[in-house]
């Protein structure tokens, strides 16, 4: 049985975009199993408002959902146990940068290789001494925890994901992963025990998931998430990555286009069917 999910950041309005990934989502399911998944482990942006409107919106979109919904702010002990297994394998580091010294050390840098997100993380704290080491963490430095990613991946040789939908440049099939596409990767924020990759990876763990239904943006995501998913021992889902409803520049709609939200576009006299007409062109 296919298990999709539509796992939004509760952290503004949802607008077209969001309507759009959640009806795929539920249809990608075939009758199967449609989950959603509030990703609020940014405590300081998630807010309870913007979850009810979730709940309101797509209620009103017509979708259903298996209850109770999975909050990612309520697992942040399997987070901590997925972080214990990693760093057991002696694969992770912490890192006590700032983003204005990765960004000076980019600089310096000049080679530094890039990947989606930009200048790679440099590598300053993973070569740092033990007793350094040590000694910052025993003065009370706060301190992110990043991913050897060249020593992850050769740890389990090549991998490959399967997309059933498509990535940004039509991607579709058996694709081979890239798991250093980001460089090193944190894993676990200064100010949160986890971090975006290794929450979605052990939440669609967690909850069976099969088919991973999301924007193209974020397929580039998928080379590190399976790396994550081989590190953890985790069954590898199919993705199937959808076009995105952009504005009329072409952008991707954002928190600042209140006049696309779902709360404005109702009160101005939209149905759920004139919205879903909207996806067919
Ligand atoms: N929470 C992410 C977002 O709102 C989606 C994560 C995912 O589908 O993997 O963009």
Redesign the pocket.
């Given at each position: 049985m296919i298990v999709t999910r539509f796992?939004?950041?509760p952290t503004g309005y949802q607008h077209l975009g969001h309507a759009f990934a959640a009806v795929t989502a539920r249809d990608a399911a075939r009758g199967g199993r449609f989950l959603l998944r509030m990703?609020d482990i940014d405590l300081a942006r998630a807010k309870p408002e913007f979850e009810l409107a979730v709940y309101e919106d797509l209620a009103w979109l017509g979708l259903h959902w298996e209850e109770p919904v999975l909050r990612q702010s309520s697992r942040f002990d399997a987070y901590r146990t997925a972080l214990n297994q990693l760093d057991s394998l002696g694969l992770l580091y912490p890192c006590f940068c700032t983003r204005a010294e990765i960004a000076a050390e980019i600089v310096r840098a000049s080679e530094a290789p890039h990947g989606p997100e930009g200048a790679h993380y440099p590598g300053t704290c993973r070569n740092l001494a033990v007793e350094i080491r040590a000694a910052r963490i025993a003065s009370g430095a706060p301190f992110a925890l990043r991913l050897d990613v060249v020593k992850a991946a050769a740890s389990v040789g090549p991998l490959s994901f399967v997309e059933e939908g498509r990535g940004p440049t039509g991607e579709h099939g058996t694709i081979a992963a890239d798991p250093l596409l980001f460089g090193d990767i944190v894993l676990a924020r200064k100010e949160i025990p986890t971090a975006?990759h290794l929450a979605?990876v052990v939440d669609d763990a967690y909850q069976g998931v099969t088919c991973?239904t999301?924007?193209n943006d974020?397929f580039a995501?998928a080379h590190v998430q399976r790396l994550l998913q081989a590190l953890l021992d985790f069954p590898a889902p199919h993705y199937a990555h959808h076009r995105l409803i952009l504005d009329a520049q072409g952008r991707k709609f954002s928190k600042r286009d209140k006049a696309a939200t779902l709360r404005e576009l109702r009160s101005r006299g939209e149905t759920p069917q004139t919205i879903c007409a909207r996806f067919r062109n």
């Open positions: 796992a939004p950041s990703e975006y979605v991973v999301r924007g974020l995501a």
